[in-house]
């Protein structure tokens, strides 16, 4: 599991299929989380801190997808920075504030 931290840009590739975890430290309304893998979904979980980002899984409850190659905007649950956790199969990724 690997923790990235920055204002309001992380890029980053997963290592096999661990939770990464993605704060981003600057005031966020909505994060655009990137998937540059062309060929796996990347799954994900949000919240305003860390406590509030359930772990991912593979179609669980709860997790939001990328599907391969695109990018999905999802909007922060509260006022301040962004825990985005990360899920996938070796996925290169970015999360940035929207």
């Known amino acids: ?13 997963l290592s096999t299929t661990t939770v990464d975890t993605a704060t981003l430290t600057g005031s966020v309304q909505a994060v655009r989380v990137w998937n540059l893998t062309g060929t796996a979904a990347l799954y994900v979980t ?4 860390a406590a509030q980002a359930a772990t991912p899984t593979s179609g669980g409850d ?3 997808v990328v599907p391969a ?3 999905r905007e999802i909007p922060i ?8 956790k990360v899920i996938g199969n070796g996925n290169a990724y ?3 504030a929207v």
């Open 1 to 13: 599991m690997a923790s990235n931290s920055a204002v309001s840009l992380i890029s980053a590739t």
């Open 46 to 49: 949000i919240g305003s801190t």
């Open 62 to 64: 709860g997790t939001m």
């Open 69 to 71: 190659g695109i990018w």
């Open 77 to 84: 649950p509260g006022p301040g920075g962004a825990v985005v």
């Open 94 to 96: 970015v999360v940035e």
